[in-house]
């Protein structure tokens, strides 16, 4: 194997093959700044639409999504 070939072999095995915090090489902290700042901004992002359904819900038990109370 050339020496292209292997570092790419090399490279390709060091690479994430998932997102999944249980395939994740915690150990590089390349990676782990990376993916805690992505988890972060997703759990931000769910919080605030999980947010706006309970609200859009309480308003439409209350009496109306269109109307303002």
Same mark, same amino acid.
């Given at each position: 194997m050339?020496?292209?070939?292997?570092f790419l072999?090399?490279? $390709?095995k060091r690479s994430v093959a998932s997102m999944l915090p249980w395939d994740i090489p915690w !150990?590089? $902290?390349?990676h782990t700044v990376f993916f805690s700042? $992505? !988890?972060?901004v997703l759990t931000v992002m769910l919080f605030g639409v999980l947010t706006a359904v309970l609200i859009t819900i309480k308003r439409v038990?209350?009496?109306g999504a269109g109307e303002e109370h």
């Open positions: 050339s020496g292209f070939g292997q072999c090399v490279e $390709l !150990y590089d $902290l390349s700042a $992505l !988890y972060g038990k209350k009496g």
